[in-house]
């Protein structure tokens, strides 16, 4: 690759680029595996039972893509081991080294056939499938674990900083949210059964606002407490509400995304929810 490929496209972007002008050479493996490496990294070569951390584009030969997670600001995750088929995203992934950008050709006919599954509209059949990896980290499953662990504890004192200097009146709860009564409401505290309707607005520590019913059209959040289906941080703050009450909530990751994260709130993420009862029944 040319010093202003390297340094000026990203690995998404270069891609086309690179396949038009065939400059790298496709390695093909007794395995099955397709691949090129457009930049190689200098860490560990992968081995089976470590835990990859990666970003990946899925590209169709048309250019349509059908998965990108820099868009989404949340890297794959997940333990190497062979795969099923030759000829597998899996089997490729063995090949690299932590800090390779490549691009793995995977037949699509054999792909959505094991996943009986027909082909999407936009992918031609005999044609491959391009997944453009980029290989972040590689470690053993101790390493990995004493990782995690770090960034709990590491969480958990940010938290608690954050919270005594922006929630001055907070109190803490025993599982570690805390918890500003902004507006008293009337009642009984809500109970599991009970359906309330919510307006909220969930922010990130910089302030960043991931998600909001406030001021929205059409019909307010509505949830039946205690069936699961929010996050443990909602269940828990809703609980300590009454109808009418306004109140601000900051949730630890423990109660709400975990390390996995999703969508636009990162791994390890604690969350901040202003949330207002309108209604209980």
């Known amino acids: 690759m040319t010093n202003f490929l390297k340094t000026t496209l990203s690995v998404a972007a270069a891609t086309s680029l690179l396949f038009s002008c065939n400059q790298f050479k496709v390695t093909q493996d007794p395995d099955g595996s397709k691949y090129q490496i457009h930049e190689e990294g200098k860490g560990k070569k992968i081995k089976t039972g470590d835990i990859l951390t990666f970003d990946l584009v899925i590209k169709a030969a048309n250019d349509s893509t059908f998965e990108d997670t820099y868009k989404r600001n949340q890297p794959i995750t997940m333990v190497a081991q062979q795969g099923t ?3 597998s995203f ?4 063995m090949h690299l080294t932590e800090g390779d950008s490549a691009t793995v050709l995977i037949n699509a006919d054999s792909l ?9 509209a936009g992918i031609t059949k005999g044609s491959d499938l391009r997944f453009i990896v980029k290989i972040k980290s590689t470690q053993t499953r101790e390493d990995f674990q004493k990782a995690q662990d770090a960034k709990k504890n590491n969480e958990a004192k940010v938290m608690d900083e954050y919270a005594k200097k922006n929630f001055p009146n907070a109190t803490k709860t025993q599982y570690g949210m805390y918890r500003v009564v902004v507006k008293e409401g009337t009642g009984d505290l809500i109970k599991a059964g009970q359906t309330v ?7 990130l520590m910089d302030g960043k606002v991931f998600d909001s019913s406030v001021g ?7 949830v039946t ?9 909602w269940e ?3 609980a300590m509400m009454k109808k009418g009450e306004k109140a601000i909530f900051f949730i630890p990751s423990s109660l709400a995304y975990g390390e996995q994260g999703g969508g636009p709130i990162p791994p390890f993420s604690s969350l901040i929810f202003e949330m207002e009862v ?3 029944k």
């Open 85 to 87: 088929y030759k000829g």
């Open 90 to 93: 899996e089997n490729a992934l």
């Open 112 to 120: 959505f056939a094991r996943m009986s599954q027909p082909l999407p």
């Open 197 to 203: 309707t919510v307006d909220y607005t969930g922010k």
């Open 216 to 222: 929205k059209p059409g019909p307010k959040f509505q």
């Open 225 to 233: 407490v205690g069936q699961g289906a929010v996050i443990p941080g």
């Open 236 to 238: 828990q703050a809703l």
């Open 278 to 280: 309108l209604d209980v």
